[in-house]
């Protein structure tokens, strides 16, 4: 058994341990015949992703708090505006942008913009099936957040509050979720909480 993969930071860098690439005895695939048509290759690779100016994105929903971004450069001509999914830099002056907490921005202003309701999905796939993909607007925040529905159906413009996997978070995207305002806190999904 492979010793599992795992990362430290050692003065800032890291610090691999463990097996990253996996390799498991391939078996061949034969037809009724008996004659050889080809093999399986199994194969288990562990991909680090560095989230880097995006970690307090990340580590926010783990605690419940939704974090954006604004520039707050005086120089710049979009000075003020507030982006929500997370941007480090700004797209207008490229100046890198002040973190802003937009938790109860969120809770009270959210509406489904538009929606997408997907029937199948793709490999690793984590969510329950029919994944509701809702685009999400906000009062004063000048883009538009991806993320999905997990009680009731979606429509355009119903008003939606965050919910966040604060129990045993994964530390990715699908730890941020939403729900209709008025849900009661016992129609969460598990390890989720307002
Ligand atoms: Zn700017």
Known sequence: MAKEASVKIVR???KVNGEFSVITPNRPIFNEAKKLCGITNPRTMT????????????EGISKGILRGTRCDNPKCESKGSIYLPFRIFC????KKMKIVDLTKTAQKTAKI?????CERSGAFNTLDKPI?????EFDGVCTILMSYLSAGEPEIGMRVA???RTKNPTYTIT???WVPVGTPKSKLPKGFSF
């Open 12 to 14: 800032e860098r890291y």
């Open 47 to 58: 991909y680090i992703h560095s989230y880097g100016g995006e970690a307090p994105f990340f």
């Open 91 to 94: 797209p207008d002056c490229l």
């Open 113 to 117: 913009h538009t929606f997408m309701v």
């Open 132 to 136: 509701k993909f809702i685009n999400i």
């Open 162 to 164: 965050p919910i966040f």
């Open 175 to 177: 730890d941020l979720s």
